[in-house]
Structures are given as C-alpha cells and as structure tokens.
C-alpha cells in the first residue's frame, strides 16, 4: 500500500522560510514525477512544483518560481520543498504527490495529474 506522509508545516510569519519533507512508502518511485499541490481556504486545489523522475526537471507554478525550490532523494524516497519569502497567499494545506498520469508539456499542465496523494499539512503565514 502507497503512503505519502508529509512532515515540516507549521505558522510562519511573513517573509520567513519553511521546509516541507515528503517520506513515501510502499513502493518506490525513482522514475516517477513528484511534488507538491496546494489548497487555500475557499479556493481550488492547485498545483505548486514537481520534479521528473528520470530527468529532475522541476516544474513550478508561477506564484511560487524564484520563491520555493523541489528536490528529491530518490535513495531515500523522499521530496522536499524549500519554501522562501513567504506571503500570507502561501497559506494553504499542503499535499505530496506522486506518479503523475495524463497528457501535457509536464506535471500541473495539460491533463497531468497525481495518481497518490498524502493526508496534507498545513502551512500558515501571518501578515
């Protein structure tokens, strides 16, 4: 059974940095695309950053480039995700993802979309 369990949410103020962490069991996923959605309150789930399997190209929405780095440990089986100057409009439930299935240019595009997600953990930034 695949899980995903994130790890390192938290309240954080304002231009101040986190680190989410993404363990996966079950299974491995070396060649699989993984990363990270998110959803605020009262608004859809989006997507935030992604990392390719085989070639560790990272994907990133637009909102958060510049801003959050992804990276992975494929020996390990986990991802992470470096979140920098934080707003309040980063605040939001953040869930891993994994094994990304679809048609599109990369993960978050086209109909690209995870197969596994985790429980999710909240990320809150005070103004």
């Known amino acids: 059974q695949v899980q995903l369990v994130e790890s390192g949410g938290g309240l954080v103020q304002a231009g101040d940095s986190l680190r989410l962490s993404c363990v996966a069991s079950g299974r491995t996923f070396f060649s699989s695309d993984m990363g990270w959605y998110r959803q605020a309150p009262g608004k859809e789930r989006e997507f935030v950053a992604a990392?390719?399997?085989?070639?560790?190209?990272?994907f990133y929405a637009d909102s958060v480039k510049g801003r959050f780095t992804i990276s992975r440990d494929n020996a390990k089986n986990t991802i992470d995700l470096q979140m920098n100057s934080l707003t309040p409009e980063d605040t939001a439930i953040y869930y891993c993802?994994?094994?990304?299935?679809?048609?599109?240019?990369?993960?978050?595009?086209?109909?690209?979309?995870?197969?596994?997600w985790g429980p999710g953990i909240q990320v809150t930034v005070s103004s």
């Open positions: 993802t994994a094994e990304y299935e679809g048609v599109g240019r990369g993960p978050g595009t086209g109909t690209i979309r995870p197969r596994y």
């Open positions: 990392v390719q399997g085989n070639s560790g190209i990272a």
